[in-house]
């Protein structure tokens, strides 16, 4: 059962999240921050791609086990985009912006099926072993009109299935027992700890 673990993130609301989750299971919870690891560019093309470079570049620097996670929104209108550039698709990570970007692009797309998906890949890498993946999905549609002010991102445009609510009409224990994040979580909390 791993003992340690880097957080393969400069993002500081990631790093809270991942040590509120881990600490209660013993584990020592690094953010690369503290041991003054990099910022590692997300150069590949799949989540599990930039999941992978951020956990194995840091796990070779630091010789520790390391954990990343890449995650995006994918809109099927749009060929899959923003995908992996989701976080780069806002202006000055401005999201309102990117909102009302991603609102133009689906009007101008003439399509009126505007389902998409939400999808999260965590990596873990201890040094010297082959990385392990978990991912998470949720299916789910975008609206034009956004409501709620809970979450992030793209969250006030998401409808996810089988609710009539978005996202950010939903509290954080709601949305995390849905949420692409959440089961990805989930799963790698099961496999590496057993709970
Ligand atoms: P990452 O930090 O590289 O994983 O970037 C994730 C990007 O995907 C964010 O900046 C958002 O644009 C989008 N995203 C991922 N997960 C969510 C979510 O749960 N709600 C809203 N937007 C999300």
Redesign the pocket.
Known sequence: MLKELVIASH?QGKITEFKALLAPLGVKVYAATELNLPDVE?TGTTFAE?AALKAETLAKISGKPCLA?????CVDALNGRPGVY??R??PNRD?NK?MSLLISELQASGKTDWSAH?S?VLAITEPGQKTRFYEGRVNGQITADRRGSE?????PV?IPDGFKRT?AEMNHAEKAKI???GKAVAAFLKKEFNV
Request: hydrophobic share 40%; net charge negative; aromatic share 26%.
């Open positions: 993002n997300e930039n996670d890449d995650s995006g929104l989701s976080a698709y806002a999201f990117a939400f999260c979450g992030f991102g793209f969250d998401f996202f949420s692409h994040r």
